[in-house]
């Protein structure tokens, strides 16, 4: 069954801080998508990375990063020096063969509080 | 691109009422598009998945008759409360997405803004 793990329900910090933010995933099959998407206070979600099961590069994109282990079903998503615009709900989600990728198993989210 | 839009963006009804929500994907075509809740400090509940043309196929425990869903074109989406209750009141949110080449496989999905649902 496909399941992903958000452990972390809130997580604060200070400013210029680095924070990462842990997602771990079950699926049975070998292909599959990992998403992060980033939910501020507005609500609307903002998409951030999608990264297939196959490519475990890690990548960078300014101050976010992600690392993706296959051999601990983990896609972590780090933010460097942290700002306050960053505090947002994170969302870490699957999609796999099951339903053509169409459906998405979402991870309960992490808060993300930046103080000045 | 990939932009989602919602309209509403709120809205507060009185029981028993119906509310239409539209979804429109503004610079694509989408093949899928998705109908989700969000409880406060919650994740997103799947509804429904609906392709164009089609009927939607509802997740379980989701009543069709109270929530539903028409896809009439590639662009739009509507999903319609029907005699809303308070219960009803919730954080409904659309995402659309296209497929991959001729892969059949879903591509991203983009989130609208969401509306916000208050039944009096």
């Known amino acids: 069954a496909q399941k992903v793990t958000q452990a972390q329900t809130e997580i604060s910090v200070v400013e210029k801080e680095d924070v990462t933010l842990d997602c771990v995933y079950e699926t049975r099959d070998t292909t599959y998508y990992l998403f992060w998407y980033k939910q501020p206070p507005s609500g609307e979600l903002v998409f951030l990375i999608r990264r297939n099961s196959f490519d475990e590069q890690n990548e960078i994109s300014g101050r976010y990063s992600w690392n993706f282990q296959k051999s601990t079903s983990s896609f972590n998503f780090t933010i460097t020096a942290s700002q306050v615009v960053d505090s947002a709900v994170y969302f870490c989600a699957l999609s796999d063969t099951q339903y053509n990728f169409n459906k998405f198993y979402f991870g309960s989210g992490t808060k993300l509080n930046v103080k000045p | 691109g990939a932009v989602v839009s919602q309209h509403p963006s709120r809205v507060i009804c009185k029981s028993g009422t119906s509310v239409k929500i539209e979804c429109r994907s503004l610079?694509?075509?989408?093949?899928?598009m998705f109908w989700y809740r969000q409880f406060p400090k919650q994740s997103l509940m799947l509804m429904a998945t609906s392709n164009e043309g089609s009927k939607a196929t509802y997740e379980q425990g989701v009543e069709k008759d109270k929530f539903l869903i028409n896809h009439a074109s590639l662009t739009l989406s509507t999903l319609t409360v029907t005699s809303a209750h308070p219960e009803d009141s919730s954080f409904y949110i659309c995402?659309?997405?296209?497929?991959?080449?001729?892969?059949?496989?879903?591509?991203?999905?983009?989130f609208g803004p969401g509306t916000r649902l208050t039944v009096l």
């Open positions: 995402s659309a997405t296209t497929l991959l080449g001729t892969s059949g496989r879903a591509d991203t999905q983009y």
């Open positions: 610079d694509f075509q989408a093949t899928t």
